[in-house]
């Protein structure tokens, strides 16, 4: 008999829904496939990504979307916890991704995440994540690509 066990990766679920802590999230596409080279697609998911924040009190600390995958520095609100926020997130981007003739999933089944800790600084690990881009080579400063940024902080 072949049972196959899925391990579950993920804390307890109400660590996800308190606004008070702060998270690092890594979505992947699905076969590293570089969805976000498209940049009319990426464009969209940026707006979709700002709408969805303001609908649900999500604040976005940090986020920059690199070819194959997407980095979040956020927390839930009374509207929204985060695994529900990721979810959507990524269902409607996927629907906005078959408008550009990608086909079927466009993400990996989960995502990785990282809680802070205390003594883990907020404004470096917003940093650490717009700096993404540089470590790439693909810019001199995080604030030349068009394609990161905060939606709570003026960086």
Not at 19 to 31: A, H, K, Q, W, Y
Request: charged content about 25%; some cysteine; aromatic content about 14%.
């Amino acid at each position: 008999m072949n049972n196959k066990f899925h391990e579950n990766i993920r804390l307890k679920k109400e660590l996800y829904q308190k606004p008070e802590l702060l998270c690092s999230v890594t979505i992947c596409s699905r076969d590293k496939k570089q969805i976000f080279c498209n940049h009319k697609f990426t464009e969209e998911s940026m707006t979709l990504l700002k709408k969805m924040s303001c609908k649900n009190d999500i604040p976005i600390y940090a986020y920059c979307f690199m070819p194959d995958h997407l980095h979040l520095l956020l927390s839930a609100s009374l509207k929204k916890g985060i695994i529900a926020f990721i979810r959507e997130f990524k269902s409607l981007s996927t629907k906005i991704a078959w408008k550009y003739k990608f086909e079927g999933s466009i993400w990996q089944k989960s995502f990785y995440d990282h809680f802070l800790r205390k003594e883990e600084d907020l404004k470096t690990t917003c940093l650490y994540i717009l700096n993404n881009p540089v470590r790439a080579g693909w810019v001199q400063n995080y604030k030349e690509y068009s394609f990161s940024g905060s939606l709570v902080f003026d960086l």
